[in-house]
């Protein structure tokens, strides 16, 4: 599989209140074909917290359902540029809140 | 043809360029004076030569062709060792600015120009042969050359070719295509000749393994590099505390992920940062002493 193994420059962050799920706001370069997954594995382990928290990301307020190189293509940019990506504790999954 | 019109137009113009060139000379004038004093220290050999054979008559036996000498009934009497005269050792310095849009999004331009301007102007001023200046980012392009004159003009001129606009930085193929152009450059009676590269960049590049592969390959071929990163100058993040994403599989094959520090495997082994045109002096002959304390060692 020809893989893209570009790196962009991400900086994460959250407006989550509790702090324990702050992380530091440094620079982190990281492959592009991430997804939501990869994403909340790194947040997670910047963490480091003892069980793991499933996050949704955003990027420029929009939800990121996609990879970045996807998210970056759609945007006409390149791995040149720099992400901001917000994080936000995972909304249930709609399974979940059926049965309710 | 359209592309192609692309290719071969300068994205700046040449008004623009030789303003933007004037400025850099403002900016750096005081410091190419220190930077030339400190390089010529370094450059120049200051031993004494080596004693050199075979000659008839010398300075001190040359101990290996005693024996033969004897052998031959004293007729292979070249057995003497002479001072040769000091050469004056003799530079290829290539500077490779980058031109991606990195460069751009985090505000390094003014600084990439002037230490452009102060390295390429200074390395002139100590004639240490030629000159040529490269800009990487997808594609690599020498927009100076080796047999070319270096002037205040030249210099603006290559100024034109740097838009900071590149979608990627290839520092792998920088590193190959430079080899290449030092090998085209290298004459033929490679006496004491060296090749040294300057690479100016903010230092994001993808692929550390297969750089460090090139950069030895580099060495290999007597090819001096050393890397000035330009660091966060427009806010308050330092690629010093970058970290990196990694998948290193564990026992079982499984992929884990690690989080290091970005520079930990930064692929060149002789690089700087810099934060200010004012430190660039100082750390690049800091680097380069040690580039050639290094080189003596090994
Ligand atoms: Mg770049």
């Known amino acids: 599989m020809a893989e893209d193994k570009s790196q962009v420059k991400v900086k994460f962050f959250t407006r989550e209140q509790d702090e324990s799920l702050h992380v530091q706001d440094t620079p982190i370069y990281a492959p592009i074909s991430l997804k939501r997954y990869g994403l909340s594995e790194i947040v997670n382990h910047l963490l480091g917290l003892e069980k793991a928290v499933p996050f949704d990301f955003l990027i420029d307020g929009e939800l990121l359902r996609t990879s970045l190189q996807d998210y970056l293509t759609k945007k006409g940019l390149s791995s040149e540029t720099s992400l901001n990506v917000e994080y936000t504790r995972a909304v249930l999954p709609p399974s979940y809140l059926a049965s309710f | ?298």
């Open chain 2, 1 to 298: 043809a359209e592309a192609l019109e692309e290719i071969s137009t300068p994205p700046r113009s040449v008004e623009e360029s030789r303003e933007l060139w004037h400025q850099s000379e403002i900016s750096t004038a005081e410091l190419s004076a220190r930077l030339s004093e400190q390089l010529r220290l370094i450059l120049e050999p200051t031993l004494a030569t080596k004693l050199k054979g075979d000659y008839k008559t010398g300075k001190r036996l040359n101990m290996k062709r005693i024996i033969p000498y004897i052998a031959s009934q004293f007729k292979k009497d070249k057995i003497w060792l002479r001072r040769t005269k000091p050469s004056k050792r003799q530079y290829q310095i290539m500077v490779a600015l980058d031109d991606s849009k990195s460069m751009s999004e985090s505000k390094c331009v003014k600084l990439a120009f002037d230490s452009l301007c102060l390295v390429s102007k200074t390395l002139t001023q100590l004639e240490s042969g030629g000159l040529s200046i490269v800009k990487f980012g997808e594609s690599v392009k020498e927009v100076h050359s080796f047999d070319q004159q270096f002037s205040n003009d030249a210099g603006a001129k290559t100024f034109q070719w740097f838009g900071f606009q590149e979608k990627k930085t290839d520092i792998k193929k920088l590193v190959a295509e430079s080899i290449r152009i030092f090998e085209r450059a290298r004459p033929l009676n490679t006496g004491d000749q060296w090749q040294l590269q300057i690479v100016i960049s903010d230092g994001l590049c993808e692929d550390h393994e297969t750089v460090q592969r090139l950069v030895r390959r580099a060495r290999e071929n007597r090819i001096m590099l050393v890397f000035v990163i330009i660091d966060g100058i427009s806010n308050n993040e330092s690629i010093m505390d970058m970290s990196q994403v990694k998948y290193v599989p564990d026992q079982h094959g499984n992929l884990q992920l690690k989080i290091d520090k970005y520079l930990d495997t930064f692929p060149f082994e002789f690089y700087v940062v810099v934060h200010d045109i004012y430190e660039l002096p100082e750390m690049l002959s800091t680097i380069l002493r040690q580039f050639f304390q290094d080189l003596a060692s090994s």
